[in-house]
């Protein structure tokens, strides 16, 4: 169901706060089969549970074979080929099959992102399934790869259907090229019952059987259709996303596009002409169209009109907006942009609650009482087109990407469901509550 026609059934049986909120419930359930509702679960553990203590990997038993069968552990293979990567002018090439079973995954993917962070000279290719009715397997498979996605050098490469390739799951495929030497190949075949594999070799002849059998299964697959293209406040694309469809954002506190223009217009005459004009230079280095702050708000002042034409649902947290009134902050404020006083404050408060309740206005607030996103990252759902990740910038580095698009519409049919048919009814105050909650707020920037 719509949510404009959920609003019309509201309005027609003249429900209350509580009556609407048993009704969205209702209407979440029925939106979609189990499968759908499982995925939800299994978000909300990514959405509210992070930042809690992670279980330490599975530590797998593996038969090394490196001329003599030796027993060695996961770690200690791990560290092998780490300390070989670390070696001056090394690099490094993996090849992935799966390796996202709950064992194995929290195993494999943890030590791939430590090669990651480790050497620049590291490229990976991943196979994995990506079924288009598997909601529950495709969220969580996006939550165990978030973190590598960052990364440019590692792609994804899915099918949308199973294949028989029992006898093919769970592998790596690993080739160490060190200066002056010749280059060590490892294969490394994950097994949660027995004794797991790994055959460390310079055997090129094994490489290539290997290699050729993974390429055949790689023709398969699909790339996973990831845009590292720069989505921040000056992004072209993410305007033409707003404007094309609905948007839906998980974020602890409100967007720059969430900010009335007046609060900018009085932000900038309170700012002294030095300090202004260090901006504007600031903003011209950022931006490769060289525009300074007439672009940016220009900008934002059009992202903003999209809410009042397509349905914007914002997902924040109590905490979230809590922190906004006493820091003046946004989670992702930039750096040099001063706080929000108290006045512009009160003006984004009520702005956001009287929108809330509009009956007529296309946006809705979505309060949650427990903290979402403790890790940083920033969720928008692209209705019937793609999810954007941004990633903590307090944890940026160099030449890893700070935001992507991944466009997938079953990704973006869980998160949108997840937003609009399950918070309501299972996380997020009242209507009454969250007008409530906003009073509070403004009142305590009197």
């Not at 939550?143 to 990364?151: A, E, Q, V």
């Not at 028989?164 to 994950?190: T, W």
């Not at 169209?289 to 914002?314: K, V």
Request: include cysteine.
């Amino acid at each position: 169901m719509s949510p404009e026609v959920q609003a019309k059934f509201i309005r027609v049986l003249c429900l209350d706060d509580a009556e609407r909120r048993e009704f969205e419930l209702l209407v979440g359930l029925s939106a979609f089969d189990s499968a759908m509702i499982a995925a939800r679960h299994a978000f909300d553990q990514f959405v509210f549970d992070q930042g809690e203590m992670l279980t330490k990997p599975k530590v797998f038993d593996f038969a090394y074979h490196a001329g003599d069968t030796l027993l060695r552990t996961s770690e200690e293979l791990y560290d092998l080929i780490e300390d070989l990567v670390r070696r001056p002018q090394a690099s490094c090439a993996i090849r992935m099959i799966n390796c996202l079973g709950k064992d194995t995954a929290g195993s494999v993917l943890s030590f791939i992102e430590k090669l990651l962070a480790t050497s620049e000279r590291v490229s990976i290719e991943h196979l994995a399934i990506f079924q288009e009715k598997a909601y529950e397997q495709n969220i969580n498979t996006l939550i165990s790869l978030l973190p590598l996605l960052k990364y440019q050098c590692y792609s994804v490469y899915y099918s949308p259907r199973l294949k028989a390739i029992d006898f093919y799951e769970d592998k790596l495929i690993i080739d160490v090229n060190c200066k002056d030497e010749p280059p060590r190949y490892f294969f490394l075949s994950f097994h949660n019952q027995g004794l797991s594999r790994c055959l460390s070799t310079l055997d090129k002849s094994v490489f290539d059987f290997w290699s050729n059998n993974y390429q055949y299964f790689k023709e398969s697959h699909g790339v996973l259709n990831l845009d590292y293209a720069s989505f921040d406040v000056f992004s072209n694309r993410l305007l033409e996303l707003q404007q094309s469809t609905n948007y839906y954002l998980l974020k602890p506190n409100f967007c720059y596009d969430d900010i009335p223009m007046s609060v900018y217009e009085s932000m900038r005459a309170k700012i002294p002409a030095q300090e202004l004009d260090a901006i504007e230079k600031t903003l011209c280095l950022e931006n490769d169209e060289g525009g300074g702050l007439r672009t940016l708000l220009a900008g934002i002042e059009q992202r903003r009109a999209t809410s009042y034409t397509n349905r914007r649902i914002n997902l924040h947290s109590m905490n979230g907006l809590r922190q906004l009134a006493i820091s003046g902050r946004l989670s992702d404020h930039l750096t040099f942009m001063p706080p929000f006083d108290k006045e512009q404050l009160r003006v984004i408060f009520t702005q956001a609650r009287d929108r809330n309740n509009d009956g007529d206005d296309s946006y809705t607030l979505l309060i949650t009482r427990k903290k979402i996103l403790a890790d940083g990252y920033i969720l928008s759902a692209f209705e019937n087109i793609g999810v954007m990740v941004e990633y903590n910038q307090d944890k940026y580095k160099q030449d890893i990407a700070s935001s992507l698009f991944i466009k997938n519409q079953t990704l973006a049919a869980i998160l949108s469901d997840y937003v609009r048919n399950h918070i309501p009814g299972s996380h997020a105050l009242t209507r009454e509550e969250t007008t409530a909650f906003l009073n509070s707020l403004i009142a305590s920037l009197e």
